[in-house]
Structures are given as structure tokens and as C-alpha cells.
């Protein structure tokens, strides 16, 4: 299972970006999506998570600000970014799992099997 990032870098306070996350190999239908991200020297954290049947949940940081999608027919997911702030800067990831874990927007998802796969992150720096 591979997963190939694209977007990030750097915005203003208030603006916007769009992560995508495209599957390699494998159908990405067949999974749940989640976007995670780190800081140094802390936990890496669920963002959002979208199921195989597009139900979307998100992390209370970020509700009403991110959306997460799926295109299926490309393979690929997306994280959309919108009223950035600069507590959002951090290294954001996509990963895959059969579903969207219970545990998923505390730390013991990651402490535990985790996902499936990994994408390889990308910055995203917020300038204030």
C-alpha cells in the first residue's frame, strides 16, 4: 500500500489549502481515509477520518474549518483547508484503515496497530 501526498506549504492566517493523497497499487474505496498531524515533539493526532461511505468526522479543532473528501475514481483524498489558523501549523499526513476507529481522535489509535498505511507528509505552515 503507497500513498503519495501533494499540497502544503505556506499561508496566511485566514486563507486556505488543499492536501491531496492519491493510492498506489491498491483501491482506495476499500478503506477509510484519515488525516492526522505532528508538531515537533508531540503526538501525532487524528484530524479527520472519512469512511468508506463518505461519513466525514472531524477533530473539534478543526470542525467547520477542514473538509475531508474522497474521489474514488482517482484514488485519491482530500483535506480541505479553509480559515487556516497559525495553531494549524504542523506536518499533516493521510493514512488508510479498514474503518474509522473509535479511538481515532485520541492518542491510543496511534499508540496502537495504527493505520494501515502512511503517506509522507507535507508542512503546512500558517503565517500569522
Known amino acids: 500500500l503507497e500513498l503519495v501526498q501533494s499540497g502544503g506549504g505556506l499561508v496566511q492566517s485566514g486563507g486556505s489549502l488543499r492536501l491531496s493523497c492519491i493510492a498506489s497499487g491498491f483501491a482506495l474505496r476499500q478503506y477509510a481515509i484519515g488525516w492526522f498531524r505532528q508538531t515537533p515533539g508531540k503526538e501525532r493526532v487524528g484530524v479527520s477520518c472519512?469512511?468508506?461511505?463518505?461519513?466525514?468526522g472531524y477533530a473539534d479543532s478543526v470542525k467547520g474549518r477542514f473538509t475531508i473528501s474522497r474521489d474514488d475514481a482517482k484514488n485519491t483524498a482530500y483535506l480541505q483547508m479553509n480559515n487556516v489558523k497559525p495553531e494549524d501549523t504542523a506536518v499533516y499526513f493521510c493514512?488508510?484503515?479498514?474503518?474509522?476507529?473509535?479511538?481515532?481522535?485520541?492518542?491510543?489509535?496511534?499508540?496502537?496497530?495504527?493505520?494501515?498505511?502512511w503517506g509522507q507528509g507535507a508542512q503546512v505552515t500558517v503565517s500569522s
Open positions: 472519512i469512511t468508506t461511505n463518505g461519513d466525514a
Open positions: 493514512a488508510v484503515d479498514s474503518i474509522c476507529a473509535r479511538t481515532f481522535y485520541s492518542g491510543a489509535y496511534i499508540r496502537g496497530p495504527g493505520p494501515a498505511a
